[in-house]
């Protein structure tokens, strides 16, 4: 990620965020989630990766493992927090829905971050997470599954994603690349593999690429 400028994804990303944070004095700790699935429900124990990072005055959460939600890091206080790419996200108890009694992790164990367009819009559970601490040796299990399983999404395809300024966002997924301005999407179909070491080389600032032509190929 940081010599070829490649991505990642959660564990990867927030783990590097991590290592940054502390090594700038920062107090880190690193917590599992579960994100909510398009299909309904959650995923699993460890399917996802968080932090929390401690200030003097509060705990915030601070994800970049996530390429649709927050990019501004969240206090813990149950506030709203307005995004560059619109909406607002808050931390709150998972249990009721509340805020913290006060700004730090250690008030509740459960809790959940949401999101809402705006302030009428009706508030949906982005993911949520347990506060209490853990290690990089917990998320094991689930990193073998995400990255070996035919059943894990990031095994059924390939993905990149990053945002633009003025709420943009562009991305390059199964045959696809998207491009989001003004709430409008562009559609470009991408049919070979070096076109698409192209798109990461230029739209996404990767250093050379090897693309699989099977990725290409029925099933890729």
């Not at 991590?18 to 429900?41: I, N, P, S, Y």
């Not at 562009?186 to 070491?197: D, F, G, Q, V, Y």
Request: with cysteine.
């Amino acid at each position: 990620m940081v010599t070829r400028r490649r991505g990642g994804f959660c564990y990867e990303l927030n783990l590097l965020l991590a290592a940054a944070l502390r090594g700038l004095g920062f107090e880190v700790d690193v917590m599992e989630g579960q994100m909510r699935r398009r299909e309904g429900g959650f995923g699993p124990p460890y399917d996802h990766m968080t932090l929390r990072v401690a200030l003097e005055d509060r705990d915030w959460i601070a994800d970049v493992g996530n390429g649709e939600t927050f990019q501004q890091p969240l206090p813990w206080d149950g506030s709203w927090t307005s995004q560059e790419r619109g909406g607002a996200y808050r931390v709150v108890r998972r249990e009721d829905g509340a805020a913290a009694d006060e700004p730090r992790a250690a008030s509740a164990k459960a809790w959940q971050v949401e999101y809402r367009e705006d302030e009428e819009a009706e508030r949906e559970v982005v993911y949520h997470f347990r506060s209490a601490p853990t290690t990089a040796a917990g998320f094991l299990p689930m990193l073998a599954f995400h990255t070996t399983s035919g059943s894990s999404q990031f095994t059924r395809g390939w993905i990149v994603t990053r945002p633009l300024e003025g709420r943009g966002r562009i991305t390059a997924a199964r045959g696809l690349l998207m491009t989001t301005r003004e709430g409008k999407m562009e559609r470009h179909a991408i049919r070979s593999a070096s076109e698409l070491e192209g798109i990461l080389r230029d739209d996404f600032g990767m250093l050379p690429v090897a693309v699989p032509p099977t990725w290409f190929q029925r099933g890729g």
